[in-house]
Antibody, heavy 118, light 107 residues
Framework: QLQLQESGPGLVKPSETLSLTCTVSGGSISSSSYYWGWIRQPPGKGLEWIGSIYYSGTTYYNPSLKSRITISVDTSKNQFSLKLSSVTAADTAMYYC??????????WGQGTLVTVSS | DIQMTQSPSSLSASVGDRVTITCRASQSISTYLNWFQQKPGKAPKLLIYAASSLHSGVPSRFSGSGSGTYFTLTISSLQPEDFATYYCQQSSSTLWTFGQGTKVEIK
């Protein structure tokens, strides 16, 4: 059974860089056809797609965040990562990682709450 | 960006009721439309993909229909475990977008 698990600091200071990692178990991140991505949800609000990466390194980013985000993959560790720079309070959210195939996100991590505060 | 608009934003229903949620896209997305269920404190779960295909393990009381710009999610007989928030999501463009959500509450 495929499982995804987010990890990273729960508290980040304003203007700093948020860094999260998603560890994939029960399957290979190098499998063809799958994209690996990040979605976030501010407290009490809706879902926002952040971006996705293919195991080869091809990325798709939300244009509204593109200047601040980097998504990378480490096939040797079966992990992919998110970096979001210059964070503000508006970046406070639950961050989810997910696997997608043909535009369908079928497996999600449990999520990790990141709070931006000094 | 393709905007996704759900209606209603919330609804109250009783166990056994038939419930329909609507999702409209700001431009045609063919059938690149997915539905998710989210319960408090939990990650979203995929219910329906490609507008009308039931994801593995999802009860058959859930169904989806539509194409182009108009889509519906129907729960044929609401069960206690179905009280949750439902989101539609389009994957037609390279920028995936979600509807604002519909909260289904107990009447």
């Amino acid at each position: 059974q495929l499982q995804l698990q987010e990890s990273g600091p729960g508290l980040v200071k304003p203007s700093e860089t948020l860094s999260l990692t998603c560890t994939v178990s029960g399957g290979s991140i190098s499998s063809s056809s799958y994209y690996w991505g990040w979605i976030r949800q501010p407290p009490g609000k809706g879902l926002e797609w952040i971006g996705s990466i293919y195991y080869s390194g091809t990325t798709y980013y939300n244009p509204s965040l593109k200047s601040r985000i980097t998504i990378s993959v480490d096939t040797s560790k079966n992990q992919f990562s998110l970096k979001l720079s210059s964070v503000t309070a508006a970046d406070t959210a639950m961050y989810y990682c997910a696997r997608s195939v043909a535009g369908v996100s079928d497996y999600w991590g449990q999520g990790t709450l990141v709070t931006v505060s000094s | 960006d393709i905007q996704m608009t759900q209606s209603p934003s919330s609804l109250s229903a009783s166990v056994g009721d038939r419930v329909t949620i609507t999702c409209r896209a700001s431009q045609s997305i063919s059938t690149y439309l997915n539905w998710f269920q989210q319960k408090p404190g939990k990650a979203p779960k995929l219910l329906i993909y490609a507008a009308s295909s039931l994801h593995s393990g999802v009860p058959s009381r859930f169904s989806g229909s539509g194409s182009g710009t108009y889509f519906t999610l129907t729960i044929s007989s609401l069960q206690p475990e179905d009280f949750a928030t439902y989101y539609c999501q389009q994957s037609s463009s390279t920028l995936w977008t979600f509807g604002q959500g519909t909260k289904v509450e107990i009447k």
